[in-house]
């Protein structure tokens, strides 16, 4: 059974940064990829960042320039590298792995069938 474990979620002021972890375990895929979502207040969860077991980087445009996802392989585990965060990043992120995605499916939900439990990130001063 694949389980997904977030961490690292936490309060930070706008401009801060934050670091989230997933490990995930029950078994090792060597295919897809592994991604990121948020989820706000009264929102749909929306697409932030993935990346392929190729190391092929994905990111939302809202993402792009202040995030950096990374993974390693050894520890079957993806981090998400946030700074410059505003309001607007707050949420609950959820972490994903979808061993059957296509490049055309990796910035959606449907593209990934293991999700975690999720951790919440906290924008406020």
């Known amino acids: 059974q694949v389980q997904l474990v977030e961490s690292g979620g936490g309060l930070v002021p706008p401009g801060g940064s934050l670091s989230l972890s997933c490990a995930m375990s029950?078994?090792?895929?060597?295919?897809?990829?592994m991604g990121w979502f948020r989820q706000a207040p009264g929102k749909e969860r929306e697409f932030v960042a993935a990346i392929s077991w190729s190391r092929t980087e994905y990111y939302a445009d809202s993402a792009k320039g202040r995030h950096t996802i990374s993974k390693e392989t050894a520890k079957n585990s993806v981090t998400l590298q946030m700074n410059s965060l505003n309001i607007d990043d707050t949420g609950v992120y959820y972490c994903?792995?979808?061993?059957?995605?296509?490049?055309?499916?990796?910035?959606?939900?449907?593209?990934?069938?293991?999700w975690g439990q999720g951790t919440q990130v906290t924008v406020s001063s």
């Open positions: 994903a792995a979808g061993p059957r995605s296509i490049t055309s499916t990796r910035r959606s939900a449907r593209g990934y069938d293991y």
């Open positions: 029950g078994r090792t895929f060597n295919s897809g990829a």
